[in-house]
T-cell receptor, first 111, second 112 residues
Framework: GDSVTQMEGPVTLSEEAFLTINCTYTATGYPSLFWYVQYPGEGLQLLLKATKADDKGSNKGFEATYRKETTSFHLEKGSVQVSDSAVYFCALINRGGKLIFGQGTELSVKP | SAVISQKPSRDICQRGTSLTIQCQVDSQVTMMFWYRQQPGQSLTLIATANQGSEATYESGFVIDKFPISRPNLTFSTLTVSNMSPEDSSIYLC?????????FGQGTRLTVV
């Protein structure tokens, strides 16, 4: 069945460091891919998405490129801030509209 | 797009009791999905609710514990039955298409 695998956390970075959170997927066909963010004590928010191969999703300085050949959708940000501290979830959506989530990666950014 | 109203937003319940969570969508949708997020965990799909047929449950979830109703194309309920502290979680309903998904606000359940 469809699945999503993320790098394990927690990830701890200093402010202004470069961030990469790895995400790979297994799926039938070419699903749309998502990154969601959950700030402490809050609900899930859509961060960015890509709907086809080679698409790049971007938002708030975060980027991720849909790589069909490596079945990956890694999240990157050039310079993280303390306010980026949160849990990040990679997900895919299958044809029926069902979301499959990765296990989540906790990011902690220190000043 | 779709707007989903979910209630209650939070509740504190006694063990052994049941809680019914409601989701109302502002448009007709074929399938609705129910997820659970246990503390510190990712989201796990509980079941898919289709109008006019029984819900389809994922491995590890059973109808007796999580009965679901889907009386029409805009509404669904999830009941958490005979609750224990292990049921303390956030429960979310969702609708989706091939390129996007929409969530209710979530129900934060604490069982004491």
């Amino acid at each position: 069945g469809d699945s999503v695998t993320q790098m394990e956390g927690p990830v701890t970075l200093s402010e202004e460091a470069f961030l990469t959170i790895n995400c790979t997927y297994t799926a039938t066909g070419y699903p749309s891919l998502f990154w969601y963010v959950q700030y402490p004590g809050e609900g899930l928010q859509l961060l960015l998405k890509a709907t086809k191969a080679d698409d790049k999703g971007s938002n708030k300085g975060f980027e991720a490129t849909y790589r069909k050949e490596t079945t990956s959708f890694h999240l990157e940000k050039g310079s993280v801030q303390v306010s980026d501290s949160a849990v990040y979830f990679c997900a895919l959506i299958n044809r029926g509209g069902k979301l499959i989530f990765g296990q989540g990666t906790e990011l902690s950014v220190k000043p | 797009s779709a707007v989903i109203s979910q209630k209650p937003s939070r509740d504190i319940c006694q063990r052994g009791t049941s809680l019914t969570i409601q989701c109302q969508v502002d448009s007709q949708v074929t399938m609705m999905f129910w997820y659970r997020q246990q503390p510190g965990q990712s989201l796990t799909l509980i079941a898919t609710a289709n109008q006019g047929s029984e819900a389809t449950y994922e491995s590890g979830f059973v109808i007796d514990k999580f009965p679901i109703s889907r009386p029409n194309l805009t509404f669904s309920t999830l009941t958490v039955s005979n609750m224990s502290p292990e049921d303390s979680s956030i429960y979310l309903c969702s609708v989706g298409a091939e390129t996007e998904a929409f969530f209710g606000q979530g129900t934060r359940l604490t069982v004491v």
